[in-house]
């Protein structure tokens, strides 16, 4: 049997939606714009790429620095050197260097802090006492060691070859066989040269070698001293300075730098 349609209120007035089906709401369904205009905030990062993370230095590469800042200072610079206080400036900076890296290195600062470091650095030391150039090299070959080491932005391999190769330049360059016939000497002479002519021959005579580049840096003809900065290489059968300078005790004082 049909259905009849709703006799609306009482009164004899008709609904004025009677007879039409209340429409129910169809679920909604996502479509291709829709979710392109929803990506942003429900998908921050595209697919296939991750947020990077900040790199963590590699316990490998803290104990490589450890075992080159060792063979460094105590293999390398203690046999040649022999002075204490530096030793323990080497390793307190390396380790200093390798613990504020290590806590503080990321991908994005990781650049910039490490340069910091190095110019901060630097400067407190070219502030300090004075330094020969060898020790210099031995103090940022100190802190480059501690920069690779806690930076943890390369991998293993690359980190542990830097450092090897950090030492290896470092015995090589320091060693006493490589130009062990060069020297260099700030002397006090007791004349007044004026003639460099003169006061290079009187030096080649005086220290049996060969001199190559010579400085004055003080020329007082009031007293009739001379004070120069000598560059020269030892002859075969030559005497050393240190002989030179007992047998010519009034005539030649020198320093060796």
Excluded: C, K
């Excluded at 479509?31 to 991750?50: E, F, L, V, Y």
């Excluded at 390369?154 to 542990?160: F, N």
């Amino acid at each position: 049997m049909p259905d009849l349609p709703d006799a609306g209120p009482p009164g004899g007035h008709a609904h004025p939606f009677a007879g039409h089906a209340r429409s129910e709401p169809r679920p909604s369904v996502p479509t291709a714009s829709s979710q392109a205009r929803a990506a942003p905030w429900t998908h921050p990062h595209p697919a296939g790429h991750r947020r990077s993370e900040a790199p963590v230095p590699d316990l490998t590469l803290l104990a490589a620095d450890l075992v080159a800042v060792v063979v460094l200072t105590f293999a390398l610079y203690v046999p040649r050197h022999r002075r204490r206080d530096l030793v323990v400036a080497y390793l307190g900076v390396n380790v200093g260097v390798l613990a504020v890296s290590a806590a503080l290195g990321s991908g994005t600062v990781g650049a910039g802090l490490g340069l910091g470091l190095f110019g901060v650095l630097s400067i407190i030391r070219l502030r300090s006492t004075e330094l020969a150039q060898s020790e210099v090299a031995y103090y940022f070959s100190a802190l480059a060691l501690g920069l690779v080491g806690g930076l943890g932005v390369t991998s293993v391999p690359l980190g542990v070859g830097l450092m090897a190769l950090v030492v290896a330049v470092m015995a090589v360059g320091d060693s006493p066989r490589l130009l062990r016939r060069y020297r260099s000497q700030t002397v006090v002479l007791d004349r007044a040269f004026t003639s460099e002519a003169a006061l290079v021959a009187h030096l080649e005579e005086l220290l049996g070698a060969r001199v190559h580049a010579v400085d004055v840096q003080r020329l007082d003809l009031v007293n009739d001293t001379t004070w120069v900065e000598v560059r020269y290489s030892l002859l075969d059968g030559a005497r050393r300075p240190a002989d030179a300078a007992s047998a010519d005790a009034p005539v030649l004082a020198g320093v060796a730098r």
